[in-house]
Structure formats: C-alpha cells, structure tokens
C-alpha cells in the first residue's frame, strides 16, 4: 500500500492549482490527523464552524474526495442543526425545518503546502499531509499530521515531602524527554484570593523537570503536573494536564538508605559500572493477612502500602546513581506504572521478565548513556530443563529422581539474561543476568539443580553466542555462604555427596556431581545479613562477577545494625522491603 501513496505523492498537484496561495492566519484552527503504516485507516479530528467536534476516520486507501464529500456532507448537517435551534424560538412550527434544510452544501476543499489544491483521486494517507490547509466553506484548517500527542499523564496517589514524584507519562509521536513539564501547587488561603482554574495553583519556580521533589513547606497541598508533548523536532503538541488525588504528606524523616546515598551522588565515570542487586518485595506477598500478622506483625500496616514503599523505593534506587540495577519480586504493575517510568526520567531503560504463576518476576535496568541492548535470552528454568539440548545431560539424571524432577518442574523460577554494549566503546560487551531462586529452606537440592541450568545457560551466551564476555550474576539466591549453591557457584564445581543433595531427607534424595566453567567470586563478600526479618536474618543475595575479567572498585557499605533494627526489623516505615539493597562499583581488568 505505502509504495502506491509514495508514488500518489506525485500527483498532489493534479487538480490545478487555487485561486491564489492559500493564507495561513495566525489563529487557524486544528485539523488533526493521526496516520500510522501499520493501521488500515487514519483519523482526522477538527471541530466544525458549527462548534461541533467531529472525529472522523477513514481508509488511508480511500480516495481523497470520498472523505471531503463526507465532511461536507457532516457540515451541512451541523449547519442546519444550528440554523434550526437558532430560529425555533421565533419561526412558526414548520418554518425552521424548511429554512434548516436549505442550508447549501459548504465547500470542502485541501490544498497542499504551497496552496494547490490536492487531487481528489490521491489516497487519504498521501493526500493528509503537515502544514496542508483544510477549507470548510469559509472556516480554514492546518493540518497536523501525527503531532506529538500525551496519551497517558497519571501521578503517583502517595505523595511525600523529600520524595521525587515521578509520573507517568506516555506519548505517541513523541518522547518524554522531549516534553515541557510545568509544576503547581495549590494555593494557600494566605496566597491572596483563589478561584476555579488556573487561579487555584501557584507555579513552582524549581518545577521544570519531569521529576519533581515537593518540600515540606508544600505539606497538606495538591499538585498539579502540565506536560507539552514533544518529538525534539520543535514540534510541540497540545497540553495535557493531571492533578494529583491527595496533598502532599510529611516524609518518615531519616531513612536507611540515606548514609548510602552520600557514596553514590554521582554516576561512574566511562570505565566503572555501578551494579545493584535487590529483591524490592512484591506487593502481592506483603499485602497479605499472613504477611501483616506473622512475617511483619512490628511493620506499621500504611508502610506495608505499595504506594508508601514505591515513594521510598524509587528514591532509594535514584539515589544510587546505578549504570545496572537488578530486581526480584517486582510486580508487573509496579514495573509498568511505577518503576520504568520512575528510572526512565532518571537515564534507566528497564527491561521486565514474568513469572506467570505468581503475577510477578525480574526487572533489570541500565543506564541509556553507558549501554544499549544487544541481546535477551530469558528462561524459564522448567521449560528449558526439558526444551532445551544444553540441558539434555542434567534433564537425563533427573529421571533416576522423579520426586525432585517434578518439584523442579512445578516451580516457575526464571533467569533473565541481557548482553549490553558499551556506548563508548563497542569492543566492551556484558552478559548480565538476574534470578531468584526456589525460597523453601529445605529446597537446597532444588536450587541446585535451577543454579545449573542458569550456568549452563550463561555459559551458552557468555561463551558460545558473545565468546569471552565478562559475566555479572545478581540475585536473590536464597542460599546463605555455608549452602551448596553458594559452593557451587564459587568453586566451579560440588560433589554428588554434598548434604544439600538431602536438603529435604533421604526421599527426595538427589546425587550428582556438577561443574561449570565460570570464575565467579561475590563483590559484595557474605555480608552477615542481607535479609532481615522477625524471625531471620541471613545473607540470601549475591552479585557475582567473572573475576578474570571484572574487579572492584568500591563496595557501599550497607546500613548499619542499629538502622536496620531502628523499628525492630524490615520491612519498616523508613525501609520499603524485607531485604538490602548490594552495591558495588566495579570495572574492566
């Protein structure tokens, strides 16, 4: 279709040229078209003389005349809609109607650019093009082809003094960092006179960005958030504009993560990588009546709130300056709504890998300006247990275990696995991965057998598809530094007899020797804890790096035990999961 309208382009000037040029005057009105290859018709949206709004879509095949002959038709209606109401308080019974349906036909009439008068056999999509002027009777249009447009301004319901509002913002035939943002407040009584409209708020002078961090001194007041779409061609769309549903509320004061941040103000330069490593807790385990009353009875129930641990979470992570953040337990939501549009307004492109049974999984961001995507070879370790030839070997074994290759089955753990490139320099490649392995304490069998498949996985990517490219493994692995997860990873290797192949008793008993080929250490070392709660504390979460080919640079300290333990355990008012954060910086040997 779209070589025929290429070559329909051609023939704009076939009907002869107009009168004169057609004039463009400062006030014309908006003709509005939205025309994409990939969608059988276009829209065209403008409203009539008649004041009435009219959206009309039509065939982007169809001939340019069928849909003029059908505007005209749609004016000549409002023409006599209005001709009627006009005169009914007047005109005898009968007279409106007659004098309604005299009214003329208007002519409807599109000139190209230049002011020549487009054929009326050119298709629609070739015929409606920017800057075009549509003439309706003596009402004139310009035409604006896929202008940037808003499609989705929605802020955060919980708003904190100290904490960045990040909105969300979605845009067709533009990009949000291309937009204008403008911020208000509300007006206080003590502003002077207030009233309905623009009169109500008060622009804040710091708000510019798309990020906004209200004060305290804006405590107990609403906000209201104007973005002009943008495409960063000087093209600018109509505003949109959102209010938040409630004030802003008081911040919880010092939070846990705040020490961290003084180590991490700026990003790494060119050569260093920052990497984080987090299970955030998801929402659909803290948000539990088991969770409330057993797991986190000592956590206040408004800080067990999504919204409450979203503002703290997303300041923690912005603060960090990360190049790489790793997520487990993210909700699909919270990536959505929250988090990518949150670590978008901050450089962060995030990538997003489900599991389907529990309605949440991994997320994995990294810096735009340092990296772009080469590849994703995500898994879900059942699946590619019995699919895939890598693990024909380990799948074979299993079958000697059939109460452990089902329980392995059943479980929808999966690896996420992305290799980036360094934007300065292409010869520089990574395989990141991230996971989160089988939780139950007495599963150390189980995740021994998902943490084989990761590597031969990795070792697939890393090795084969991207030969020598350095690896760095985060996740929750729940596995302390004692297990033989954590032995296996380090070492390269673990013997058939170690204990954890009857983790869960002589019935579930597994044995089988495993190696793999990696050099991994963790640049982080076995922190006492990185999991915290009423009843545990232990190291569960690891970033692994290929030591021949990574080193450290810094590890940020992690906060300290009376910050951890200010509210008893996490998570906590000024904590937003159960568990901490891993940071380190780390860079090419």
């Known amino acids: ?30 003709a509005v078209v939205r025309c994409v290859p990939a969608e059988p018709k276009l829209s065209v949206r403008l409203v009539l003389p008649d004041g009435s709004a009219r959206h009309m879509q039509r065939d982007q095949e169809e001939p340019l005349g069928r849909a003029l002959a059908r505007l005209a038709a749609t004016a000549a209606k409002g023409r006599a809609k209005a001709a009627k109401k006009s005169k009914k308080a007047r005109a005898e019974p009968g007279e409106g109607e007659e004098e309604a349906a005299a009214v003329a036909v208007p002519a409807v009439r599109l000139f190209s650019r230049d002011g020549l008068a487009v054929a009326e056999e050119v298709p629609n999509a070739a015929a409606w093009q920017d800057g075009a002027v549509l003439q ?53 009584p003590a502003d002077g006179e207030g009233g309905e409209g623009d009169a109500a708020w008060v622009e804040e002078a710091e708000g510019t960005e798309r990020v906004f961090t209200p004060c305290n001194a804006l405590v107990g007041l609403r906000l209201k958030l104007r973005c002009t779409p943008g495409d960063g061609e000087q093209r600018y769309g109509q505003p949109c504009e959102v209010e938040s549903s409630g004030p802003v509320e008081a911040g919880p004061g010092a939070c846990t993560f705040d020490s961290r941040h003084l180590y991490t103000r700026k990003v790494c330069g060119h050569g260093s990588v920052r990497a984080v490593s987090y299970n955030i807790l998801a929402d659909t385990y803290a948000q539990t009546e088991f969770s409330r009353t057993v797991l986190y009875p000592y956590c206040a129930p408004y800080a067990l709130e999504i919204d409450y641990r979203q503002n703290l979470l997303k300041k923690e992570l912005a603060g960090y300056s990360a190049d790489l953040i790793c997520l487990q337990e993210v909700d699909k939501s919270v990536f959505v709504d929250s988090l990518a549009p949150a670590l978008d307004a901050f450089g962060l492109e995030g990538l997003f890998k489900i599991k389907e049974k529990q309605h949440e999984g991994l997320a994995t961001f990294y810096r735009r300006d340092k990296f772009s995507l080469l590849s994703q070879h995500d898994i879900v370790f059942s699946e590619a247990l019995l ?20 329980k392995v089955l059943q479980r929808s753990s999966v690896l996420q696995v992305s290799v980036l490139q360094s934007a300065t320099d292409p010869s520089k490649k990574i395989c990141v991965a991230n996971t989160h392995l089988y939780w139950h304490p007495k599963g150390g069998n189980i995740r ?81 804890y990185t999991n915290y709660v009423g009843g545990f504390h232990g190291c569960l979460d690891y970033i692994f790096i290929d030591k021949t080919a990574l080193e450290v640079e810094q590890v940020i300290p992690l906060p300290s035990h009376e910050e951890v333990t200010t509210h008893q355990a996490l998570p906590s008012v000024s904590h937003p999961s159960d568990h901490i954060a891993l940071i380190c910086d780390l860079k090419w040997k």
């Open 387 to 406: 699919s895939d030839p890598l693990h024909k070997e380990l799948c074979d074994k299993l079958t000697e275990y059939p109460a452990v290759r089902e």
């Open 136 to 188: 309706v009777g003596e009402a004139r249009y310009r035409v604006e082809r896929n202008p940037p447009a808003v499609t989705e301004l929605r802020l955060p319901r919980s708003l904190l003094a100290g904490f960045p509002v990040c909105p969300k913002v979605s845009a067709e035939f533009a990009a949000p960092r291309h937009c204008v943002f403008r911020w208000y407040r509300q007006r206080r």
């Open 448 to 528: 021994l057998i998902q943490i084989a498949v990761a590597l031969s996985h990795l070792k697939h990517v890393a090795c084969d598809l991207h030969p020598s490219i350095p690896v760095i493994f985060c996740g929750d692995f729940n596995s302390t530094p004692s297990s033989g997860t954590y032995s296996f990873i380090s070492s390269g290797g673990i013997a058939e007899d170690h204990e954890d192949w009857v983790s869960n008793g002589e019935e579930e008993r597994c044995n089988m020797p495993l190696t793999h080929p990696f050099k991994l250490q963790s640049a982080c070392g076995e922190p006492a």
């Open 1 to 30: 279709m779209w070589q025929r309208l290429r070559a329909a382009l051609g023939r704009l000037r076939a009907g002869g040229p107009a009168p004169g040029p057609v004039p463009v005057p400062a006030g014309m009105e908006r």
